[in-house]
């Protein structure tokens, strides 16, 4: 089993940058591929990126792709997601999840309890 703990949310201008990270426990960290998921307030919680175990593979949502850059530290137990030229429309919850290497919220075992990005323009 993983616990998974999010931070480095928070508000910041259009055009900013944010570093997300997500702790993990367990020693079982680097057997998971982790994902990055938000929910913006009245909307369904949406994919963002993945990161297979070694680090090796990432995917990105068609809308951050070019912006956001997310990378793991295996021996730290922790993946990041870098976040730079942000725009008010990601504004959301972000979340992070381990489970299977997909797009689909079914595909991770294992949510963080999110934490908040607020973008003002």
């Known amino acids: 089993q993983v616990q998974l703990e999010e931070s480095g949310g928070g508000l910041v201008q259009a055009g900013g940058s944010l570093r997300l990270s997500c702790a993990a426990s367990?020693?079982?960290?680097?057997?998971?591929?982790m994902g990055w998921f938000r929910q913006a307030p009245g909307k369904e919680r949406e994919f963002v990126a993945r990161?297979?175990?070694?680090?090796?593979?990432?995917y990105y949502a068609d809308s951050v792709r070019g912006r956001f850059t997310t990378s793991r530290d295996n021996a730290k137990n922790t993946v990041y997601l870098q976040m730079n030229s942000l725009k008010p429309e990601d504004t959301a919850v972000y979340f992070c999840?381990?489970?299977?290497?997909?797009?689909?919220?079914?595909?991770?075992?294992?949510w963080g309890q999110g934490t908040q990005v607020t973008v003002s323009s």
């Open positions: 999840a381990a489970g299977k290497y997909g797009s689909s919220i079914s595909g991770y075992d294992y």
């Open positions: 367990g020693r079982t960290f680097s057997s998971y591929a």
């Open positions: 990161i297979n175990r070694s680090g090796g593979t990432t």
